[in-house]
């Protein structure tokens, strides 16, 4: 079946490190990949998507390429900051009328100054 | 612009007791999907509407149902509530049935005693 695997957090930085979460996934067919963030009480907020092989996804100074190869959508960012505290959940959408997306467990991420 | 409303934000129930929430879109947006988020995990599909009609429903009982109304608003309904129903009940909408870049809510937190 189609389903997406996250590294387990949290993940515990210093402000300015590198950040990496990694994401896998197993879907048929061609999905789009996407990275979405949840701040505390708020609702998810689409951060990047890609939508075919190769391409990259970026946002806020975060970046994703999408891997066929590996099946794989790696989160990065070269700096960290405070604010970027969140969970960050990927996802995958098959693209086909009537799906939708499927969720990975989520990374909490944890910044400090 | 307002984005996607939902309510009540937080709801205490008991068990076998029926629930209603309610979510309006963003405004222009036809589709409307319901996820639940259980504590620790990322959301899972339960129904997507589309134009008033039911497009797509994930892996959960007939105890949960819902409606779009032609204002596109929605409602989700579960019935004879269990304990294990206790989650963060997310709307998100779009412009398009194909979900490329849904908008949440902030969600309600729906607590079964």
């Known amino acids: 079946g189609n389903s997406v695997t996250q590294m387990e957090g949290p993940v515990t930085l210093s402000e300015e490190a590198f950040l990496t979460i990694n994401c896998t996934y197993t879907?048929?067919?061609?999905?789009?990949l996407f990275w979405y963030v949840q701040y505390p009480g708020e609702g998810l907020q689409l951060l990047l998507k890609?939508?075919?092989?190769?391409d990259k996804g970026s946002n806020k100074g975060f970046e994703a390429t999408y891997r066929k190869e590996t099946t794989s959508f790696h989160l990065e960012k070269g700096s960290v900051q405070v604010s970027d505290s969140a969970v960050y959940f990927c996802?995958?959408?098959?693209?086909?009328?009537?799906?939708?997306?499927?969720f990975g467990k989520g990374t909490t991420l944890s910044v400090s100054s | 612009d307002a984005g996607v409303t939902q309510s009540p934000t937080h709801l205490i129930k008991t068990r076998g007791q029926h629930v209603t929430l309610r979510c309006s879109p963003i405004?222009?947006?036809?589709?409307v999907s319901w996820y639940q988020q259980v504590l620790g995990q990322g959301p899972q599909f339960i129904f997507q509407?589309?134009?008033?009609?039911?497009?797509g429903r994930g892996n959960f009982p007939d105890r949960f149902s819902a409606r779009q109304f032609p204002n596109y608003s929605s409602e989700l309904n579960v019935n004879a509530l269990l304990l294990g129903d206790s989650a963060l009940y997310l709307c998100?909408?779009?412009?398009?049935?194909?979900?490329?870049?849904?908008?949440f809510g902030s969600g309600t937190q729906l607590s079964v005693l």
């Open positions: 890609a939508t075919k092989a190769d």
């Open positions: 996802a995958l959408n098959r693209n086909q009328a009537g799906t939708a997306l499927i």
């Open positions: 998100a909408s779009s412009q398009d049935r194909a979900n490329e870049k849904l908008f």
């Open positions: 509407y589309y134009e008033k009609e039911e497009r």
């Open positions: 879907a048929t067919g061609y999905p789009s």
């Open positions: 405004s222009g947006h036809k589709s």
